[in-house]
């Protein structure tokens, strides 16, 4: 239920997280970022967005239930 700007306007002073941050700031405009959630981004994989691929490069784990209540998991190692 986080939202774009929820993460941008965090003060984590981590280079992790500042990778995020970087890759959400261009990805639509500040009234969107401020609807757009990340979980929703994660599985909707919009292709406008940069997530995905950040996501990736940060090694990040996705841990999820779906739909029909059955627990996910992506990693990179799974994913490519």
């Not at 239920?1 to 306007?9: A, G, K, L, P, Y």
């Not at 994989?45 to 239930?65: F, G, R, V």
Request: aromatic share 8%; with cysteine.
């Amino acid at each position: 239920m986080t939202t774009f700007s929820e993460i941008i306007r965090k003060k984590i002073e981590s280079d992790t997280f500042k990778m995020l941050q970087a890759a959400l700031k261009p990805a639509a405009s500040t009234p969107l970022r401020n609807r757009i959630s990340l979980g929703g981004s994660i599985i909707d994989s919009p292709i406008w967005s940069d997530l995905w691929s950040t996501l990736l490069c940060l090694n990040a784990k996705i841990n999820y239930i779906d739909l029909e209540n059955n627990k996910q998991s992506i990693d990179a190692e799974n994913f490519i």
